[in-house]
């Protein structure tokens, strides 16, 4: 089996972290460099990621999240914040990223800057952020998969209040809303009921199609 694969065998959502073991800062690090390395639509990269080690603020997300302990028990918790929608401030700070990096304007990509500002704007902000927070999971598969190889653990968590979460980062005031938590930290000796379990997925005959 490829490592890649044996990392991804390896990797489960952790129920119970120990709250002894923190993760080393170069992993981290490491895990939300690969969130920011991954595609997202366009490459507007419409979310930011918050990280919270300050245990005062994850004592007051845990009641919002369905009380799980590793919102709490993890070392880091990651909170991926998508942008509430799309406005021309945001579109055009991305183009002119591009343009600023690579040195040079092009006109096929400035024509595509006037199509996405000729159609995203317009859209309803629930449409909008709906785009958004799809980009926003690209990045969590991504961490979820840098995790693994950094052999951290990790429990992707959408069982939350995002209105809550919002508000106690003060999320709105910023244009952002919480679309799902991913805790970083490292499984218990003991108390994981999943820990030992056979991973199941639906077999890849029932999951791939191939058209030869
Ligand atoms: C978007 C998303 C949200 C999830 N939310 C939760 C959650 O709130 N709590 C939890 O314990 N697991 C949560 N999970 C974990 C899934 O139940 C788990 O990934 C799935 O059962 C597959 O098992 P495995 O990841 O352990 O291989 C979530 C997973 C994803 C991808």
């Not at 920011?36 to 009641?63: C, D, F, H, W």
């Not at 003060?170 to 499984?187: A, D, N, Q």
Request: proline content about 3%; some cysteine; hydrophobic content about 40%.
């Amino acid at each position: 089996m490829s490592d890649l694969l044996q990392k991804l065998q390896w990797r489960y959502a952790t129920k119970k972290m120990n709250p002894a073991k923190a993760v080393d800062e170069d992993k981290v690090a490491t895990i939300l460099e690969a969130i920011r390395l991954t595609a997202t639509s366009s490459g507007l990269q419409p979310y930011e990621v918050y990280v919270i080690k300050n245990q005062e603020l994850r004592a007051k997300i845990k009641p919002h999240a369905w009380n799980q302990d590793q919102i709490t028990d993890c070392s880091h918790l990651l909170v991926f914040a998508a942008w509430d929608n799309y406005t021309e401030e945001r579109i055009n700070m991305m183009f002119d990223l591009v343009n600023d990096v690579r040195g040079f304007k092009n006109e096929g990509w400035e024509n595509y800057r006037q199509m996405l500002l000729g159609a995203y704007p317009q859209r309803d902000a629930e449409t909008n952020y709906a785009h958004a927070a799809r980009q926003a999971y690209i990045g969590l598969g991504t961490a979820l998969i840098a995790a693994a190889e950094e052999r951290v653990d990790s429990t992707p968590i959408e069982g939350f209040d995002p209105e809550k979460v919002d508000e106690i980062l003060s999320l709105k005031e910023k244009g952002l809303r919480s679309v799902v938590l991913l805790p970083l930290g490292y499984r218990a000796d003991e108390g994981d009921w999943l820990v030992d379990l056979k991973k199941v997925r639906r077999s890849k005959e029932n999951f791939v199609t191939e058209l030869n």
